[in-house]
């Protein structure tokens, strides 16, 4: 009997939350609800949304314990200085690139702080989207009605009855008074109409889609905020490690025991003939890639000049997607000769280790063809945004090409290298939003020597480069070619007369609009071009 009471009295209660809301997080959850509906409703992205992310990384420093495991790790600070950066790029720039780099760098702090031990930036972003549903049960679990809900609501009705005399009082004196004293009736007939106008305001405000978008800024909320330990991904990252380890009951191992000796010695002979298709393939590749490198370096790298008729566009569009998939096929291969046994087998290993190294380092000269066939079609066509994009590429090829020299003599896993990698490419995006390419685009396209010019396609940029092309406007009646790309996806030409009235439409439309954005849409950047353009005519 004592234990059966025992027993009931530490039973859990089955109604109660599984997940407890502190009041700071409550309050938190409110005005970060609230705030994003402020900041979002029907505006861009601008400085609303280096707003949140200051709220975002202020709200986890406050939510987090002193001594919270993230708080001591070096990735987390990471993260934080990335959101606070990102979201500065975006409310100057407000560019796609930037607000590609606030949305990663807030999926991050949220993934971190849920699994601090995570090391794979793409499982932390999972983490972070997988742990929304959870979060927003959890908030919900916490929504309860109040216990004794009828005699609350008896109470209720009681004082409200009594309340309902003094207001019915005070409505007939106010009605007397207004009828006796002409002033005090102008006085109360302004005030009602005041009072009907802002509640004629508030239900125009309050929308379907309002009310819809103001529950999607509560989910925000709660998957930004609320933090519901999920170990799914970090259960699973945690069977690899950064190095390879030697495979017992795999292809063959070194560490087989001498009484096995008709086993050891046909394991012997398996590992040997993988050593010799490593060495044979790496062999012919780097010959084969040697004949490649040499044929670009004595046609591109010493002095290029295309021919007549040579077909620029192919040479580069074409040419650059395959030598880049010949990089990535280079890696894969480094990856599957050493991804077991092979890194242990000391009788060819240095031999191996060689011929891979020195296969890693024609794929680098071959990284440099590419970027120098990027650079000619710039230097013979212009810029664009998929010439920016192929050197941000590169530069995570040659940091990934690195990696793998790292892997051929530290017996470093792909584990390791898909992290490492990860953080450079955070590192990139980073990089990416912080550079003002639309701007470097125009005044580098905008140049006499070009024979041809899309200015379609630099009408089509954010209002930021607006101050560029007023400046440049003399230039469009000296370049023999303008184009524009219609909706058909084909270029037409464009006459002088033509390019200049869209420059002053666009330039007359920037003015009326910018002075009409509220404060959260607005950017840095777009405030600098109306000053710029506010008296150009």
Known sequence: MQTSVSWAASAPDPTAPTYRISTLLGSLLALGAVLSDYLFWRQAAGVNVLVYMVFLVVAHLALLPRYAPVRRTTGFWVVVVGCLVSGGLVAWYGSGAALLAALAS????????????????????????????PAVAAVLGNVRAPRQLGARLSRGWFYGRMLGVPLLALVVFQSLFAVANPKYAALSNRFWGLLGDWLGQLFEAISVLHVLFFMLCLLGAAGALVVVPLHFFSDHESRFGEFVRRQRDGVASLAVRRPNFALTTRRLLDLRKEWLVAVVSLGLLNALLLLVNAVDISWIWVDFRPTPGFDLTQFVHEGTYVLIFSILLAAGIMLWFFRRNLNFYQPGLPLLRWGATLWVAQNLVLAVSVGLRNYYYIEYTGL?????????????????????????WQRRSAFSLVR?????????????????????????????????LDIGFLLAMPPRVLPVLAEHEGLLDKIPALVSEEEDGYYHPTTPAEAHQRLRERLATFRRAYPLHDWQSRTGAAAQAYSAIAGHE
Do not use: C, D, H
């Open 106 to 133: 807030g999926l991050l702090l949220v993934g971190l702080v849920n699994q601090p031990q995570l090391r794979l930036l793409g499982y932390a972003v999972l983490t972070a989207m997988a742990g929304v549903l």
């Open 384 to 408: 664009a945004y998929k010439r920016i994009g192929v050197y941000g590429f590169l530069l995570l090829t040659v940091f990934g090409l690195g990696t793998v020299l790292l892997k051929i």
């Open 420 to 452: 490492l990698n990860s953080w450079a490419a955070y590192a990139v995006l980073l990089l990416l939003a912080a550079g003002n390419w639309e701007i470097w685009i125009a005044e580098y396209n905008l140049q006499a020597r070009f024979s041809r």
